[in-house]
């Protein structure tokens, strides 16, 4: 089992819809989580933290965490095409000496 | 603000060959990593070094040396290069703020092994 895991999508929502993005942890000891943004042959870039259970939000974004599943979403409300990038979900694990474990990564399209 | 600088973007060796990529960050941050990421396998951590002078092995370390040269340098060394290591490599910086960490990334080495 890998140690975070996300589906690949591709994830293809219409321009104004909701996009959600599902990501799974091993490591029920893991308590830092992360959404990074990477577009197209550019560099990942943080878009939110979220250390708590419950619902974050920023902006059009809000993170949902849920520790005793063992899962964090992403939403994006009023999805742009701008939005069409890659999503990876990052995690700290304890067992891997707390560092920050990356998922695959889920690919959105929104299509206008 | 320069950020995360990291040379060459591309590169082409041929199997057996060294190289170093250079990474080098202007933001005073202590910890500092080097990642290689491969179509729907995300970022894989290979070396990170939490302050100068110190370095520890990430997931993937087999056929990579680092350096972290003082605080602002951390280099990754390929002493013989195997078609298995193309990939597109990041370096990357990281602070503290606010409670929340975060990792800048540098715009990636794309590295094809022949």
């Known amino acids: 089992q890998k140690e975070v895991e996300q589906n690949s999508g591709p994830l293809s929502v219409p321009e104004g819809a909701i996009a959600s993005l599902n990501c799974t942890y091993s490591?029920?000891?893991?308590?830092?989580f992360f959404w990074y943004r990477q577009y197209s042959g550019k560099s990942p870039e943080l878009i939110m933290s979220?250390?708590?259970?419950g619902d974050k939000e920023d902006g059009r974004f809000t993170a949902q965490l849920n520790k005793a599943s063992q899962y964090v979403s992403l939403l994006i409300r009023d999805s742009q095409p701008s939005d069409s990038a890659t999503y990876l979900c990052?995690?700290?694990?304890?067992?891997?000496?707390?560092?920050?474990?990356f998922g695959g990564g889920t690919r959105v399209l929104v299509k206008p | 603000n320069a950020g995360v600088t990291q040379t060459p973007k591309f590169q082409v060796l041929k199997t057996g060959q060294s190289m170093t990529l250079q990474c080098a960050q202007d933001?005073?941050?202590?910890?500092m990593y080097w990642y290689r990421q491969d179509p729907g396998m995300g970022l894989r951590l290979i070396y990170y070094?939490?302050?100068?002078?110190?370095?520890d092995k990430g997931e993937v370390p087999n056929g990579y040396n680092v350096s972290r040269l003082n605080k602002r340098e951390f280099s990754l060394r390929l002493e013989s290069a195997a078609p298995s290591q193309t990939s597109v490599y990041f370096c990357?910086?990281?602070?503290?703020?606010?409670?929340?960490?975060?990792?800048?990334f540098g715009s990636g080495t794309q590295l094809s092994v022949l």
């Open positions: 990052a995690v700290k694990i304890p067992a891997a000496g707390n560092k920050l474990t």
């Open positions: 490591d029920r000891g893991s308590q830092s």
């Open positions: 933001m005073n941050h202590n910890s």
């Open positions: 990357a910086s990281s602070e503290a703020r606010g409670g929340v960490e975060k990792l800048f």
């Open positions: 070094s939490a302050s100068e002078g110190t370095t």
């Open positions: 979220i250390y708590s259970n």
